[in-house]
């Protein structure tokens, strides 16, 4: 029904000269709708190529003006670079024909049908700020009921070991989505394929 990125959508810095080639042309004659979560490379952009692309016009605007805004203007980043930024995204879809630029943040719910897809973004640290936390809790909420899968910018095991074990804030995210009963988690960043079951777990 959909397609979702999970993370890393653009190397190597996420920028929107690297979009036409890393994301247009692999996603061409894919008719779903594409979703998307941020990685650290995107983040290296500051999510400007992110938030042109993924998100809708009016979202990706106030996502790239509140960043200026926290850069005290000091950055680049003027009312004119925003336009070409956003009609940039705008022509690439239109030219590839890629149904992307429906979400209206870098991380997002889907419920649908019994099936609810919660996306985190992780950012480049491994950690989601108070203000995602309060969204994840309320979509932990809203998905109560359901078959429920999130999809995270880091995985919490890679290569035998637990990413949590020296990262408070990662573990605390991870303790969220066990308590609330989340059954498949989800993430891109280490470039490997690799499965796991939780530690107690049948047949972990």
Do not use: C
Not at 19 to 25: C, K, R, S, T, V
Not at 70 to 99: C, F, K, N, Q, W
């Amino acid at each position: 029904k959909f397609v979702v990125i999970a993370s890393d959508v653009v190397y190597p810095t996420g920028a929107m000269k690297d979009y036409e080639a890393n994301f247009y042309l692999p996603m061409k004659g894919i008719d779903q709708p594409i979703y998307a979560i941020p990685g650290n490379h995107d983040w290296f952009n500051a999510l400007d190529g992110f938030a042109a692309n993924l998100m809708d016009a009016a979202s990706a605007r106030a996502a790239l003006e509140a960043r200026v805004k926290s850069d005290l203007s000091l950055s680049s980043t003027t009312g004119e670079r925003i336009d070409a930024l956003i009609g940039e995204g705008t022509r690439l879809r239109a030219l590839y024909g890629v149904s992307a630029g429906h979400q209206s943040a870098p991380f997002f719910e889907i419920h649908h049908g019994g099936f609810s897809l919660l996306a985190i973004d992780t950012g480049a640290l491994r950690r989601i700020d108070d203000k995602q936390m309060v969204w994840l809790r309320a979509a932990l909420a809203r998905s109560r009921g359901n078959f429920t899968m999130a999809i995270v910018g880091h995985p919490f095991y890679a290569a035998g070991m637990y990413a949590g074990e020296a990262d408070e804030s990662f573990r605390a995210l991870h303790y969220v989505l066990r308590e609330h009963g989340v059954q498949v988690v989800m993430a891109g960043d280490t470039h490997d394929f690799e499965y796991y079951r939780e530690p107690g777990e049948q047949g972990a």
